[in-house]
């Protein structure tokens, strides 16, 4: 049995996914159901999360909601900061500051999973503690609309935390330049691993205070800015149509250590997480660089949608080829970086050459360890030894950036994510375009990385910190061509 069964027993009904086996709707639904009828309702109004801005009724509402929960979880940790609905027990899921990240999944394949069930769960203690079961956390588009809401710079209010800047205006992270080529990668791990390294570690980094840090989560702009990662996947799952994959490993992966709205411990599948916008809540629909937004599917569209993301697709890290540049390195703040490669780029003629390239050239980057600091970017140049911090992202060699997360004097954690070794991606393949194009690459031509540390407030806090690289090399995977794309 593969399709959502109801009938009139409560809480205990359950479905069965292919791939993830036997979910209780209540864990999706969020709610106690009454018969079939009450399930479908629900589930049509289900909690909208809306984006963040000013001049909506609707927004203000949901922040007055917000401003409740926060002062009545605050309200639980004062009471007893064991009490896990609280904002002091629920924070420490993730991370405490200065002691490091517990159970949160960075640079994994449950990046994106693992925050989803994450919001969902705290979700619903805010809807509980206020007693509005219509509750959906709003989102913060920094794309969109890069300046934090000033419902969270009153030094007065509960939702204000000191933080080093307000704004990710100009900033090239949360730029459709950037955005819009990682939207379009169809790879549903390679999208993750691009998402999280830019724009998601950016602004934690660039916003800083305690939300660039392990202990992030005590700052109430952390669910909103998760809500966006979240809205960033639900957009290109559900409203472009990219397929999650069908990966049993990955589907079956299962977490305990989330508690439902009464503080019980509960358990979630990385499976369950991707079935959640569909029943759990809804996301106002908002642009993201070019893809715009989308009206709600009507309901006879509905079930193939259900259809297509219960289904996944057999989608995995196939990397055709590895060229190593550095195994190992040192780097200084102030010092550049070059990784250079044995390949020619005639190794990549095919890849170049076609119309529409079949492959993909992304730069890979490991650190065997995090810098003591996280305030400052890394820009990737290509076949461009001069590039230094004052290099523009203008420039032609430019590839991409990333940004390191939560590196406040130690990331050693705890429970199942105990250490954090970031790789990160950034796709190469236009600039190498570019470059051609130009004539400034020739076939004999021999490929080059430089990796410039960029501070994010005109200084390093630390210029005499070292970046232990683990590996950089090239890799080559497949494009997937989506054929539900119209």
């Not at 190593?324 to 005639?346: E, H, N, Y």
Request: with cysteine; aromatic share 10%; charged share 20%.
């Amino acid at each position: 049995m593969e399709q959502l069964e109801f009938s009139s027993q409560g809480l205990n009904r359950r479905l069965f996914i292919k791939g993830m086996g036997w979910i209780t709707v209540g864990l999706l639904a969020g709610v106690a159901l009454g018969g079939c009828e009450s399930c479908i309702e629900q589930i049509r109004n289900r909690p909208i999360r809306r984006r963040l801005r000013s001049g909506s009724a609707e927004v203000d509402a949901v922040l007055e909601t917000y401003r409740e929960a926060i002062t009545l979880i605050k309200a639980l940790s004062a009471a007893d900061a064991a009490d896990p609905r609280g904002l002091v027990a629920q924070a420490a899921i993730h991370g405490t500051s200065g002691s490091g990240f517990n159970y949160c999944q960075h640079g994994t394949d449950h990046f994106f999973s693992w925050h989803r069930a994450y919001l969902v769960w705290f979700e619903r203690i805010c809807q509980k503690v206020t007693g509005d079961e219509s509750f959906g956390l709003p989102y913060w588009n920094w794309n969109q609309d890069p300046a934090i809401h000033p419902a969270f710079l009153d030094p007065a209010s509960v939702l204000y935390m000191p933080r080093n800047n307000t704004t990710m205006a100009g900033l090239y992270p949360v730029s459709d330049d950037a955005l819009n080529p990682i939207f379009s990668d169809t790879n549903f791990f390679t999208f993750s691993s691009q998402l999280e390294g830019t724009p998601h570690n950016s602004v934690h980094s660039f916003i800083g205070g305690s939300f660039g840090g392990a202990g992030s989560a005590m700052d109430p702009i952390f669910w909103m800015h998760h809500c966006m990662v979240d809205y960033c996947w639900t957009k290109w799952n559900l409203e472009l149509n990219n397929n999650n994959t069908n990966d049993s490993g990955w589907l079956n992966e299962n977490w305990t250590h989330f508690y439902d709205a009464d503080g019980n411990p509960t358990e979630t599948t990385a499976g369950a997480t991707t079935l959640m916008p569909l029943f759990s809540y809804q996301y106002e629909s908002s642009a993201i660089g070019n893809n715009p937004a989308t009206e709600e599917p009507a309901r006879s569209d509905f079930k193939k949608l259900e259809d297509r993301v219960r289904k996944g697709a057999d989608i995995k890290l196939d990397i055709k080829q590895r060229i190593p540049l550095a195994d190992t390195a040192m780097i200084g703040m102030r010092q550049p970086f070059t990784a250079r490669s044995s390949a020619k780029v005639s190794e990549f003629t095919r890849i170049l050459n076609i119309e529409k390239a079949s492959d993909t050239i992304f730069a890979s980057i490991g650190f065997a360890s995090l810098p003591p600091a996280s305030d400052f970017f890394v820009r990737v140049f290509v076949n461009y030894a001069a590039a230094d911090v004052n290099t523009p992202i203008g420039d032609p060699h430019f590839a991409g950036s990333f940004a390191f997360f939560g590196t406040d004097g130690g990331h050693q954690g705890h429970g199942d994510h105990d250490h954090h070794q970031p790789k990160f991606l950034v796709n190469i393949t236009p600039t190498i375009e570019r470059l051609r194009s130009r004539g400034e690459l020739q076939d004999s031509s021999e490929l080059t990385i430089h990796l410039v540390s960029v501070p994010n407030s005109g200084q390093f806090s630390n210029p005499d910190a070292v970046l232990r690289l683990n590996k950089v090399e090239l890799i080559v995977t497949p494009v997937i061509v989506n054929t539900q794309k119209n």
